[in-house]
């Protein structure tokens, strides 16, 4: 599979799952548009080497999600940088854990903005120049908690499962046109996000942190290891292929067998 000429947007993509779809994405060829949060250079660099071969370009912009506006400035910038988006990535995401009593209001309004209000925002600006091109690749990230629930995270999983029914709706609509739109549903991936979790784990048990990740894994995820980005990656580009060209609308769990429980 070859995407060069084709751009590709991956939100959140300066680190974690998103910077390891995007490498894996130039490696096929891909422009990148990077988005994210904190030192951009540095995973700038990583994707160019990845592309190298392929001599593609990258371009960023630091919108913040959470804003409208803000991610119209995004789309915008891709437009004018590179033409279109082709491939649409909607990867970032934040967290916060708490019983539902102690969830305050305003982390919720923010994990509902980012993991689920900026997927349908970046859709329908991008869909436009999909649908004129008859062809296009959008791929949300939801996550396992996008089909089953856990404890103390309930806008992080009332956000994900929104994401798996937009995706839904949005592969309906385009159902008999060359764009897909496919959710991917990770388990455990060890991510900054992740790690801040079994930090925690060991500081409220008492425990180091190799045990904190066993408890973490064995709780879930029988095959007792993370997913990596690189594997979401390599999922993400099997959607962008020719054999991808008529799955629409799956959420595609990667999670070592935690729903098969």
């Not at 250079?41 to 913040?64: C, K, L, N, S, V």
């Not at 296009?136 to 806008?155: C, D, F, M, P, Y």
């Not at 973490?216 to 292929?241: H, M």
């Amino acid at each position: 599979m070859n995407l060069k000429g084709k751009t590709a947007l991956v939100t959140g993509s300066t680190s974690g799952i998103g910077l390891g779809i995007a490498k894996v994405l130039a490696a096929r060829g891909a422009n990148i548009v990077v988005n994210g949060f904190g030192d951009a250079a540095g995973p700038q660099q990583e994707i160019e080497r990845a592309g190298a071969a392929h001599g593609i370009r990258t371009a960023y912009h630091g919108a913040d999600l959470s804003q409208p506006a803000q991610i119209e400035e995004l789309m915008a910038f891709a437009q004018r940088e590179f033409g279109q988006v082709d491939v649409l990535v909607n990867n970032a995401g934040i967290q916060h854990t708490a019983t539902i009593e102690d969830f305050p209001p305003e982390r919720w309004d923010a994990i509902i903005a980012i993991n689920l209000s900026s997927v349908f925002h970046t859709t329908r600006l991008a869909l436009p120049a999909m649908r004129k091109a008859n062809w296009g690749r959008i791929i949300n990230i939801a996550s396992v908690h996008g089909l089953v629930a856990s404890a103390e995270k309930s806008a992080y999983v009332a956000a994900k499962h929104g994401v798996v029914g937009l995706t839904k709706v949005a592969a309906l609509e385009t159902a008999t046109t060359g764009v897909t739109v496919n959710a991917i549903c990770p388990g455990w991936v060890l991510t900054p996000l992740v790690q801040k979790q079994i930090d925690a784990l060991a500081a409220k048990n008492g425990i180091s942190n190799d045990e904190a990740t066993r408890q973490l894994l064995g709780a879930k995820e029988p095959s007792q290891r993370f997913t990596t980005p690189e594997e979401l990656g390599e999922l993400a580009a099997f959607f962008c292929s020719p054999a991808g060209d008529n799955i629409r609308g799956v959420a595609w769990n990667m999670d070592g067998g935690w729903v098969a429980q």
